[in-house]
């Protein structure tokens, strides 16, 4: 009796330990699948993490400064040999965007966010800028040109007059190469939807070029907001276009060049505050310094 009741508590122990060997040999069963799903799927979603090759070799570099290449050769949407400094010389400032015609996707958006935005600033074109698009395409043709530039002009809701200030061109591999090197605009062939290698890769963006031909402004996006288009052009311009209240604004927002657009100088704005406090101040004590003009009484 006494032997029977010492050997069950071993038994006890026994029959749990041995559950919880069964338990943790079940456990780790079950964990063979999913870890072998997980081996197989992570390769994969470390894959999709990653930006594509051709990515690398379609970004900006940011030549603020730079010249253009004004003497080399292309052709305008009327099929007339140019050069591309025959559109700097009535010192304004101009809007470039670089593209190609065929493109289907975001060319197009760019193109209608530069008209958007270019309405909205109150200026003009032909009076204030000018409006250059060059394609890096050298497949493209100058009719292809021309209707892009009858589209865009619709888009961009100008008068007849503002033809003569709408450029679209043309030209071939160098000076492509020239354009796109001294911009710091890089692209790289893809392929399309049906296999070909007729698509390009590349960012949307748009630059701001002084009267003079030297990058002044980049600013990225496909919606641009009509205040920073504004503020480039006037600071292209050497501020020889906008108003006081323009110039005010200019010089209380900064330009970056990481986000390609102005923010707000918080210090600047605090400057002109301070100033014009001293200002209101100073008046105030100036006001209250005066006598009153002693009256005289006629008897």
């Not at 122990?13 to 919880?20: A, E, F, P």
């Not at 730079?66 to 080399?72: A, G, M, V």
């Not at 002044?216 to 052009?233: C, E, I, T």
């Amino acid at each position: 009796m006494n032997t029977e009741f010492t050997a069950y508590p071993d038994m006890v122990s026994r029959s749990r330990i041995s559950l919880v060997l069964m338990a943790l040999v079940g456990l780790a069963l079950s964990c063979i699948p999913a870890c072998a799903q997980y081996s197989a799927n992570r390769p994969l979603g470390a894959d999709a993490q990653q930006a594509p090759a051709w990515q690398k070799h379609a970004g900006i570099d940011q030549n603020l400064g730079r010249s253009l290449p004004l003497n080399d050769p292309f052709i305008d949407s009327t099929g007339r040999q140019v050069k591309l400094g025959d559109y700097f010389h009535d010192n304004r400032p101009i809007m470039l965007e670089l593209m190609y015609y065929n493109c289907r996707l975001l060319c197009p958006q760019v193109l209608q966010g530069m008209a958007t935005a270019l309405r909205q600033t109150g200026f003009q074109v032909g009076n204030q800028y000018d409006v250059l698009v060059a394609s890096f395409d050298p497949a493209d043709t100058p009719a292809e040109g021309a209707m892009k530039k009858t589209m865009f002009l619709s888009m961009l809701d100008a008068p007849a007059s503002a033809t003569n200030a709408v450029h679209f061109i043309t030209g071939p591999q160098s000076s492509v190469d020239s354009l796109t090197h001294a911009t710091g605009f890089h692209y790289v062939r893809v392929p399309g939807p049906d296999g070909k290698m007729d698509q390009f890769a590349h960012s949307s963006v748009v630059m701001i070029i002084t009267p003079d031909g030297r990058v002044s402004k980049y600013l990225f996006g496909v919606d641009f907001q009509s205040r920073d288009v504004r503020l480039a052009l006037i600071s292209a311009s050497t501020r020889r276009i906008g108003t006081l209240s323009d110039l005010i604004l200019l010089y209380c927002c900064n330009y970056s060049p990481s986000q390609g657009r102005y923010t707000v100088a918080v210090l600047r704005i605090l400057a002109v505050a301070g100033a014009a406090s001293l200002l209101a101040i100073l008046w105030l004590i100036w006001l209250m310094s005066r006598r009153p003009k002693s009256s005289t009484v006629n008897v």
